[in-house]
């Protein structure tokens, strides 16, 4: 009898326990803040992409319903990749303790708690100074129309000499409007004209490379295609710089003349217009890097994609592409590639022994949330192993994101209503011990 009741004392002391940790009091500055300027803050800042700042009490607090709501449909922050399937630096998705803080806070009157917590300091920190600041030669006017845009801009250059860049950092002259946008650095001869070719075009009016390079005159002056370094800068909001151990970088050669391209910078609609001058602040190498990265595009144009990339209207279809490693690579980056109708995304390695590497999962591909994903620490490829990306794609009228209606055929090109497959992957030639490093 004494045991039994000696029991029900026992549980009921453990559930009640339990109702204490759940009733108990979350307040902003001891359990809101931290995870607010952690996820929140870099993008929503007086200076950032949000459109609206959370840097405070009063910010958080005024909005706490829609920071609730937001929160638990995950809509925010926004972070694609499955963490179960390989996980990435630089995480801003919320974990679910985290989410059911923020439902407790708000559910309970949103308590402040103290003192107001200082911001973030990463917020404030100091760059470096560049060595060359190259900016749009004019303001691009976006027209207050309330339509998104994506637009090729050309940016020419002239330096004294060949010289080589270490790092390249996009700056965007309009950050509410600007969204993301890729880079490409293209060498020309010392007697081509800088002044030929254009230096803004629609995205989506370009139906092919050849034109991309007849467009912006992106030829030596014997006629050639000019020598281009891929992927030399990227941005998206939140972005910095990717910066990588000492002696590792991505390195690039600027010739005296030359062009940076931007590909697809995404400007975002606006009701009224509106202009954007970006810039790129460009850091020279100080001393060669003992290991230089190599940034390569697996699938369009130049790899095969199973089966070809063709989408009849009212299609969801499945495709493949491939690369065999010819040696032991050391993986730091990648970066999936798809357009509007993108539905799913993965990638994994088969090594010659059939041992799976996972690589990155996808499972809610969204164009507008595109960006570079770098490993915590390098990933080794063994030599013979085969690195495969595999997309689907849904053409029907039940896809929001399909750019027309009633859906059209779909074909492969770089314009945005058409379809890309590609999965950019940054490496290093391995050495042993660099599944050690972190990144």
Known sequence: ??????????????????QWGYSQEVVFNKHIAPIIFKNCSPCHNNKGPGPFPLLSYGDVAKRGKM????????????????????????????????????????DQGMVKGGDTLK?????????????????????YTIKGDNKERFMIIRIPYELKKDTNVCLCEFVPGNIKRVHHMDAYNYNLSPDSDLNKGQYFYNNDSVKSVREVYHLFNLFKSNGKPADASFAISDYFPGAVPRRY?????????????????????????????????SYFNIYFCKKKPERPITVLPIGTPKFKVT?????????????????????????????????LIGKKFLAYAVTPQKDTIKLIKIDKWDFKWQRVYTFKSMLKIPAGSTIYA?????????????????????????????????????YVPYKPGDEMKVL
Not at 1 to 18: E, H, P, R, V, W
Not at 90 to 98: N, V
């Open 390 to 426: 595999k997309a689907w794609y849904d053409n029907s009228s039940d896809n929001p994101q399909n750019p027309f209606n009633p859906p059209k055929l779909i074909k492969e090109s770089y314009r945005t209503t058409d379809e890309m497959l590609q999965f950019w992957i940054y």
């Open 67 to 106: 920071i609730k709501h937001v929160t638990e449909t995950r809509y925010m922050p926004p972070w694609h990749p499955d963490n179960h399937y390989r996980e990435f630096l630089d995480k801003r998705g919320l974990t679910s303790k985290e989410i059911s803080l923020i439902k407790q806070w708000v």
């Open 245 to 277: 151990p000492e002696g590792i970088a991505q390195t690039f050669r600027m010739a005296k003349k030359g062009v940076i391209l931007i590909d697809q910078i995404h400007y975002g609609g606006t009701s009224k217009p509106e202009t954007d001058q």
């Open 1 to 18: 009898m004494y045991n039994s009741k000696l029991i029900l004392c026992k549980i009921a002391i453990f559930f009640g326990l339990i």
């Open 307 to 339: 089966p070809q990339l063709l989408i009849q209207p009212n299609e969801k279809k499945e495709f493949t592409t491939q690369y065999l490693t010819p040696k032991d690579i050391s993986l730091l980056s990648v970066q999936p590639h798809m357009h």
């Open 119 to 139: 911001i973030a300091p990463t917020l404030n920190g100091k760059k470096p100074k560049p060595d060359l600041v190259l900016r749009m030669k004019d303001a």
